[in-house]
């Protein structure tokens, strides 16, 4: 099979986009929850424009931070993405310039975060940031194993959410593929038995073109 | 002139430098012969780091921070478009915090260490990975007696340039001294046996490390809820082997004062003999 009909047939049983962030949120739910934090964001690194930009937000009041973009030169998330290394800080003060990253978009300031890389391979794929622990709970190596077992988690993520983006851009221009694309997605969404006599005609179909 | 070069140099034209003549063994007398007994107070006691030059290799280092004091040089790397390295005065401090953080825990510890800064982070992520390498050949060629990476690299490309590098590092002797990755990653310059690595502990003595006896992660020092310098002047609560790298670059310091001219080898070694879990506990 050429890439581009492999392509055309990933995107086509590829899980939509939205779900993808929706299990970005669900990660950074459950990471807000379990560190008892005010809030957990994950940033996308997007090489074209070397930015970060927000993938997924817990806090429900501060959906809007979708999408927005800060330079990847910029603070701690920063620092962490270049640096590929994992850092925490608590008692951050009044020094607001160390989460310009995060302050100067929302207007929130935290005192303290979590912050680790997403890596994939060799690759760093964004960042994920959890802020504002309670401030009276003293941080263990034990909660850096669990950061980083979730940053472990949201990277598998966001490692998909990109294959997904590459596959439909392969698609794009392609109306023949995207045709396959469209058949296998119909496919995928049948019930059991139209699906197992969609399938039936396929493999006729392949035999008359085979 | 070292032993090594003395041994060859009486029979240059003999033979290679790879080779020892029996008469030339008188020449190879060991510069720092370590003694019968290595404890803490023979590597450390009184030692302030004095006539040792740090190097924090990271995002700059905050000039006049009161937790750091002077710096006795700041330099930002950067490449031009053929991807020649640019070493230049750097006029813009530290550009994120984290610096100023390994510096303060250096200052700490090893009070009268000539500290230098080496900026290679914070110009954004794109090439990042070419800077940290040419700043670090960069400062190896300045012969510093150590150099803090508390950072490292996931691109398997820059692992054999890097590897080069902390090769030459070790043979001029300049020690490396490397954060192990908190998480499972595959990253160097940590894992190579050249280099220094560093883990946390979470004990709160700045002199307590300890040694490991299953590495690639060598020593584990201070690295959890560490109070560090940070921008404006403030410090902070932090947590991370970005933390615990520095105290170890500064006990090192501390070492070298007191011993100079010993090699990366022989001050592991001393490390190792000294840490509070094989021959002392402060």
Not at chain 2, 221 to 244: H, K, P, Y
Request: charged share 25%.
């Amino acid at each position: 099979m050429s890439d581009d009909l492999k392509a055309a047939v990933a995107a086509g049983v590829l899980p939509a986009e939205e779900r993808f962030a929706e299990l970005l949120r669900s990660i950074v739910e459950v990471a807000r929850s379990i560190f008892h934090a005010r809030a957990s964001s994950i940033f996308l690194y997007d090489e074209d424009t070397d930015e970060l930009v927000f993938a997924a937000v817990a806090n429900p009041d501060e959906q809007s931070l979708l999408g927005m973009r800060i330079p990847s030169s910029k603070g701690i998330a920063g620092w962490v993405l270049s640096s590929r290394t994992p850092l925490v800080i608590d008692d951050l003060k009044n020094d607001l310039r160390f989460a310009v990253d995060v302050a100067e978009q929302t207007g929130y300031v935290p005192q303290g975060l979590m912050a680790v890389p997403l890596l994939h391979d060799e690759r760093v794929l964004g960042v994920l940031q959890v802020l504002d622990r309670p401030s009276n709970s003293r941080f263990s190596l034990a909660e850096m194993e669990l950061l980083g077992m979730f940053a472990t988690q949201a990277a598998v993520a966001l490692d998909l959410l990109a294959s997904a983006r590459r596959a439909r851009a392969a698609l794009d221009g392609k109306g023949d593929m995207a045709a396959v694309a469209r058949v296998a997605a119909a496919l995928d969404r049948l019930e059991e038995d139209k699906r197992a006599a969609g399938l039936a005609l396929l493999r006729e179909l392949e035999r008359v073109l085979s | 002139m070292t032993a090594e070069v003395r041994a060859h140099s009486e029979h240059d034209d003999e033979r290679p430098a790879w080779s020892l003549a029996r008469e030339a063994v008188p020449g190879i007398a060991l510069e720092n012969p370590l003694p019968d007994r290595v404890d803490r107070e023979w590597a450390l006691g009184g030692a302030t780091g004095k006539g040792v030059k740090v190097c924090v290799l990271d995002s700059g280092v905050e000039v006049d921070h009161p937790a750091v004091g002077a710096v006795a040089g700041a330099t930002a790397i950067s490449l031009d478009e053929d991807g020649n390295t640019i070493a230049a005065p750097d006029t813009e401090g530290d550009l994120c915090g984290h610096g100023t953080a390994c510096a303060g825990v250096i200052r700490s510890i090893a009070p009268d260490a000539e500290i230098y800064s080496v900026r290679v982070l914070g110009a954004g992520f794109t090439g990042s990975g070419k800077v940290l390498l040419a700043g670090l050949r960069w400062a190896v060629e300045q012969d510093y007696d150590v150099i803090n990476m508390s950072l490292s690299t996931t691109k398997k490309a820059f692992s054999e340039l890097l590897r080069d590098i902390a090769d030459i590092a070790y043979f001029k002797r300049t020690l490396l001294v490397a954060s192990a990755h908190n998480m499972p990653v595959e990253s160097f310059p940590w894992r190579f046996s050249s280099v220094i690595s560093v883990g946390s502990h979470e004990e709160d003595d700045p002199l307590t490390f300890y040694a490991n006896p299953d590495p690639p992660v060598e020593f584990f020092a201070r690295g959890v809820n560490v109070e560090v310098a940070w921008l404006g002047g403030e410090t902070i609560t932090a947590t991370g082997n970005s933390f615990a790298t520095p105290a170890i670059s500064a006990i090192a310091a501390l070492v070298l004062s007191k011993h100079a001219r010993l090699t990366p080898f022989q001050l592991k070694s001393v490390l190792y003999l000294i840490s509070s879990n094989v021959g002392g506990r402060q």
